[in-house]
């Protein structure tokens, strides 16, 4: 008898070893499937700022600032966008999401120098539209600039381009001076 209770206690080992290797494997497959959904197959950027180029009055001609400060203004914490860079010819302008206007400080520092020039201030009027992309890219928000107010301390003009601010590598604005 003591032969067939060790039959027994080998048979019921084996169906626990196959019964351990199936739950293995499925938890396996289960990781497996759970990370290829994870990562992001989306190749589209969800990130709308409005692009502004810098350029000459007249003759109209593209235009770089040797020193040059962008910071967002009336949010609990301004941002610097940029701190005194060289050879700016154009701003990456990331608009406010909870409002329909955003302003920004831009400041001019004279040629090699730090000391500061002239101070100007921009402020666009726009719509905030929430855009759905796709499953793996989530949403992004767009927007419509309606109009810009702008001081004239450097700036001549600021002249809207294209309104519609989408995920599109384009051009929204041009700064005169």
């Known amino acids: 008898m003591s032969g067939n209770s060790q039959s027994q206690e080998t048979s019921t080992g084996d169906y626990s070893m196959g019964k351990i290797l ?20 989306c190749t589209e950027s969800t990130v709308a700022d409005a692009s502004a180029l810098f350029y000459t009055k007249s003759p109209h001609a593209a235009l770089a600032f040797d020193s040059i400060s962008v910071k967002g203004i009336g949010q609990i914490s301004d941002s610097m966008l940029l ?5 700016v010819k154009s701003l990456s302008l990331p608009l406010r999401i909870k409002s329909d206007t955003t302003a920004f400080e831009i400041r001019f520092y004279r040629s090699n120098s730090a000391t500061l020039d002239k101070t100007d201030t921009v402020r666009f009027f726009h719509q905030v539209r929430p855009q ?8 992004s928000v767009f927007y419509h600039i309606d109009s810009v107010a702008y001081t004239r301390h450097r700036i001549d003009t600021v002249k809207i381009k294209q309104p519609e601010i989408t995920n599109q590598n384009e051009e929204h ?3 005169l001076f």
């Open 22 to 41: 199936n739950i293995t494997g499925g938890i396996l497959v289960a990781v497996l499937l759970f990370s290829s959904c994870s990562e992001s197959s």
């Open 83 to 87: 701190n005194k860079s060289k050879k």
């Open 132 to 139: 759905y992309l796709s499953p793996d890219c989530g949403c």
């Open 173 to 175: 604005l041009q700064i």
